[in-house]
């Protein structure tokens, strides 16, 4: 089985910073990119930001130049530094990891971390 696991989330007020870890852990092969999404109450799942096997970044345009995403491959471990953060950011925040097992791609969803954001 594969797990991943979200932690890092939390109350923060407006202009502050939070750091976001996912760790995927179980069986597999190789990851082949993580993404970080966030679900606000009421509104769909959105893309917040995401990061290929090479390193590539890809980022909401809400979120560049505030946000960073990164991954540690030894520790099948990805980051998401959140800084300059606004209330209307609360959310619950979701890692993704597309990982490679028994020949296959697979996607998993991690059970999220609630970030809010005060006035």
């Keep these: 089985q594969v797990q991943v696991v979200e932690s890092g989330g939390g109350l923060v007020q407006s202009g502050g910073s939070l750091r976001l870890s996912c760790v995927v852990s179980g ?3 190789s990851i082949d990119g993580m993404g970080w999404y966030r679900q606000a109450p ?8 995401s990061i290929t096997s090479g390193g590539k970044t890809n ?4 979120v560049k130049g505030r946000f960073t995403i990164s991954r540690d491959s030894a520790k099948n471990a990805g980051y998401l530094q959140m800084s300059s953060l606004e209330p209307e950011e609360t959310a619950v925040y979701y890692c993704n990891a597309v990982v490679r097992r028994s020949g296959a791609t697979w996607s998993y969803w991690g059970q ?6 005060s006035s």
Excluded at 112 to 117: H, I, P
């Design 27 to 29: 069986s597999i092969e």
């Design 42 to 49: 009421g509104k769909q799942r959105e893309l917040v930001a």
């Design 59 to 62: 980022y909401a345009d809400s």
């Design 112 to 117: 999220g971390t609630q970030v809010t954001v």
